[in-house]
Antibody
Framework: QLVQSGAEVKKPGASVKLSCKAS????????IHWVRQAPGQSLEWMGC????????EYSQKFQGRVTIARDTFASTAYMELFSLGSEDTAMYFC?????????????WGQGTLVTVSS | DIVMTQSPDSLAVSLGERATINCKSS????????????LSWFQQKPGQAPKTLFY???TRASGVPDRFSGSGSGTDFTLTINTLQAEDVAIYYCQQYYGGPITFGQGSRLEIK
């Protein structure tokens, strides 16, 4: 199970840090990906972390503006997005990969709504 | 980036009938190393997170009813839903995980006629 943190409202230029707490499996045996969905739009991959070795990969679109990390003791992954603009208003999902560095998605979190508004 | 294009954008099918959704990738997502297609299908019901239906183009995820089937290889893929039920109303997305960045189709909205 992946349980994400609650909804956030941020002003333009601010940053937001979301969490994704895992339970019911060995946290270090699966990657965690972050995917977002703007209102009425399709899904967009942001990046991922190999929870076992902390190696991260990012979509070039978000490179330099996003940090994905994990805390193995807390079985929690984090995604921090900087310099928010109105275009970052979206639902953000964490998704488990089926292996440590896997890009194959199996289980999804419930999502966290981020609203960017002045 | 690999572009994923779905068709149709929306479809309305009668209960008990078959629904078919197509997905085309801009380049082959079949690995010559292991002969696997790096293609998944997801179902997103209104107000919910997506749910994984298939991976490897045709391997059904745990708990997915067998009236759902996935097929195709290379660049052309199909999701078929036989004997459509009311609970199947959703948006369906294909996704490639062959090459970075991971990319999704635009989605196909399935409604009941």
């Amino acid at each position: 199970q992946l349980v994400q943190s609650g909804a956030e409202v941020k002003k333009p230029g601010a940053s937001v840090k979301l969490s994704c707490k895992a339970s019911g499996y060995t946290f270090t045996s699966h990657a965690i990906h972050w995917v977002r969905q703007a209102p009425g739009q399709s899904l967009e991959w942001m990046g991922c972390v190999n929870v076992g070795n902390s190696h991260t990969e990012y979509s070039q679109k978000f490179q330099g503006r996003v940090t994905i990390a994990r805390d193995t003791f807390a079985s929690t992954a984090y995604m921090e997005l900087f310099s928010l603009g109105s275009e970052d208003t979206a639902m953000y999902f964490c998704v488990r990969g089926d292996g440590p560095g896997s890009w194959l998605f199996d289980y999804w979190g419930q999502g966290t709504l981020v609203t960017v508004s002045s | 980036d690999i572009v994923m294009t779905q068709s149709p954008d929306s479809l309305a099918v009668s209960l008990g009938e078959r629904a078919t959704i197509n997905c085309k990738s801009s380049q082959s997502i079949l690995s010559s190393a292991n002969n696997k297609n790096y293609l998944s299908w997801f179902q997103q019901k209104p107000g919910q997170a997506p749910k994984t239906l298939f991976y490897g183009a045709s391997t059904r995820a745990s708990g997915v009813p067998d009236r759902f089937s996935g097929s195709g290889s290379g660049t052309d893929f199909t999701l078929t839903i036989n004997t459509l039920q009311a609970e199947d109303v959703a948006i369906y997305y294909c996704q490639q995980y062959y090459g970075g960045p991971i990319t999704f189709g635009q989605g196909s909205r399935l409604e009941i006629k």
